[in-house]
């Protein structure tokens, strides 16, 4: 609860009257004096407002297309007594955008009685939770505020729809299955050896045995699951933005959500880590209840906060304790704006000491400006020095789908 002080002149201006009102023998300003001094004085007898609310959120569409429009209707409710005024502010998630009508409402609202209100997003692909709520309720004379969080567990899921396919042969160049070095059932030739007892009829080479009467049985390159970790860029530098579009943060979060599904489903290991606020890490794993657990952290982990931190982490320290959480197999996915050259830094480092680094951009740039031009420059020689160095690098314009810039991004030298 917070004090408005809306009425903090009456008195003033009140006692003012009053004086000259004595002065002048008129009993006219006398009673407004007496008028400003009730007036003043209400607020101190009546009380902060008690606010008993609970809001309920529908989607038209839970799980849309991208590209859909998705009508939300939020009810809200007094539970309470009498509020004279309520302003109600819905949390749309960041990455959506609001094509119709208004989250934002004003009303009155009797003890037992409910006011709705609708508006329109457009889905995008990926997960997206909705914030809580908030609520602020005034008293009658608008001297007393209170603010409150309104919860109610709602999110636009855009990660399975058919149309968009399985991501997995859409992922950087090494992100994903590795080859193994060893012979089994796949579709890449390995080698020919003896028959042994047991050998799939399916996998005998027939024609060496019409040439020679020799049973061989053949092999093939077999595809192993790998180990990820989706790293994003929290630190207080990434969270810029480009115009009206959300923050890179945000967007590097949502790119670590369609990601996560999308080697999910190829049933590879896959962690979660972040440097920035403070360190997040979640150890490389599979399956259900790790895909839920990953998806949980990123919607509520501290690291991944809309707003940015007030003071910049110790960067160094955060790196080291995720080259000692890193297994040695593991294949690290960069999310970052690369807004400076310390997480340029932290990329090559961490490439040459084995983990295979590619990066996912978001760009945030803009040519509104001499010194955003200048940004715009800074940031295209980061990427020239990471793809000189052997990293991969999406680069991830506001207006394409992530899925779309992975499939069109030029190809490094040497990549298939």
């Not at 329109?120 to 309720?137: D, Q």
């Not at 890449?188 to 019409?210: C, K, L, Q, V």
């Not at 020095?385 to 999406?394: K, Q």
Request: a negative charge; proline letters at 6%.
């Amino acid at each position: 609860m917070t004090a408005t002080n809306r009425w903090r002149g009456v008195v003033a201006l009140a006692l003012a009257a009053a004086a000259t009102a004595l002065v002048a023998d008129r009993p006219d300003l006398l009673l407004v004096a007496a008028l400003g001094v009730a007036f003043a004085a209400y607020p101190r007898v009546s009380g902060a407002p008690d606010p008993d609310l609970d809001v309920e959120r529908r989607l038209s569409d839970a799980s849309p297309r991208p590209g859909d429009e998705v009508t939300v209707t939020v009810t809200v409710t007094n539970e309470g007594g009498f509020l004279a005024d309520v302003r109600v502010v819905d949390g749309v998630p960041a990455l959506l955008s609001v094509t119709d009508g208004s989250p934002r409402r004003g009303m009155v609202l009797w003890p037992g009685r409910s006011v709705s209100f609708t508006y329109r997003v457009v889905a995008k692909h990926g997960r997206h939770p909705f914030e809580p709520a908030t609520a602020v309720v005034r008293d009658v004379s608008g001297a007393h505020e209170v603010e409150t969080r309104l919860a109610d567990d709602t999110d636009i899921d855009c990660t399975t729809t058919a149309a968009d396919g399985p991501l997995r042969d859409q992922t950087l160049d090494g992100v994903g299955r590795v080859v193994a070095d060893r012979g089994d059932s796949g579709i890449e030739f390995y080698r020919t050896r003896e028959y042994r007892s047991g050998d799939p009829m399916s996998r005998i080479d027939w024609n060496r045995y019409a040439r020679t009467g020799e049973l061989t049985t053949v092999e093939y390159r077999t595809d192993e699951a790998a180990t990820v970790v989706l790293l994003v860029d929290a630190r207080r530098q990434a969270y810029r933005a480009g115009g009206d579009d959300p923050h890179a943060v945000a967007r590097s979060v949502s790119a670590a959500e369609q990601l996560l599904a999308s080697l999910h489903r190829d049933r590879n290991r896959v962690g979660v880590a972040a440097i920035g606020r403070e360190f997040c890490w979640l150890s490389p794993g599979a399956g259900r209840d790790h895909l839920a657990r990953a998806r949980r952290l990123l919607a509520t982990h501290p690291a991944f906060a809309s707003t940015p931190p007030r003071d910049g982490a110790d960067h160094d320290a955060q790196v080291d304790r995720l080259r000692g959480r890193l297994p040695d197999d593991a294949q690290v996915v960069l999310l970052s704006p690369l807004t400076d050259d310390a997480i340029v830094e932290t990329a090559r480092n961490l490439d040459a000491h084995g983990h295979h680094v590619s990066v996912v951009s978001p760009d945030v740039t803009s040519e509104a400006s001499s010194g955003q031009r200048l940004a715009a420059v800074e940031r295209r020689n980061r990427l020239t020095v990471l793809r000189t160095a052997g990293v991969p690098v999406v680069e991830w314009e506001s207006t394409t789908p992530l899925v779309t810039a992975l499939m069109e991004r030029p190809r490094e030298v040497g990549s298939p």
